[in-house]
């Protein structure tokens, strides 16, 4: 079982960026895929981004592509989202998870493990 948390959420004006991390704790000795998912407000959890176990594949949702990056630092047992040109159908409470399969997804259920998740506030 792994322990996730995320950080770094906030408030930003539209057009602004922030950072997610997502720290992995507990049992890191087998890399995961690794993916965030939001929900927003009287809406289900969707998938935003995945990410390889190397780090070598990425997915996104097709509206933030061009804007979202994912990316992880394994040494560090890390998991990051950059988010760029944040718009306010951005804002939601943002969920790291971590896979049960050996390669990334796009199903919440596929995710064994998740974060207590970080809110993120674009307003307009």
């Known amino acids: 079982q792994v322990q996730l948390e995320e950080s770094g959420g906030g408030l930003v004006q539209a057009g602004g960026s922030l950072r997610l991390s997502c720290a992995v704790s507990?049992?890191?000795?087998?890399?995961?895929?690794m993916g965030w998912f939001r929900q927003a407000p009287g809406k289900e959890r969707e998938f935003v981004a995945a990410?390889?176990?190397?780090?070598?594949?990425?997915y996104y949702l097709d509206s933030v592509k061009g804007r979202f990056t994912i990316s992880r630092d394994n040494a560090k047992n890390t998991v990051y989202l950059q988010m760029n040109s944040l718009k306010s159908e951005d804002t939601a409470v943002y969920y790291c998870?971590?896979?049960?399969?050996?390669?990334?997804?796009?199903?919440?259920?596929?995710?064994?493990?998740w974060g207590q998740g970080t809110q993120v506030t674009v307003s307009s």
């Open positions: 998870a971590a896979s049960r399969l050996p390669i990334p997804t796009m199903r919440p259920g596929d995710f064994g493990s």
């Open positions: 507990g049992r890191t000795d087998t890399t995961r895929p």
């Open positions: 990410i390889s176990r190397n780090g070598g594949g990425a």
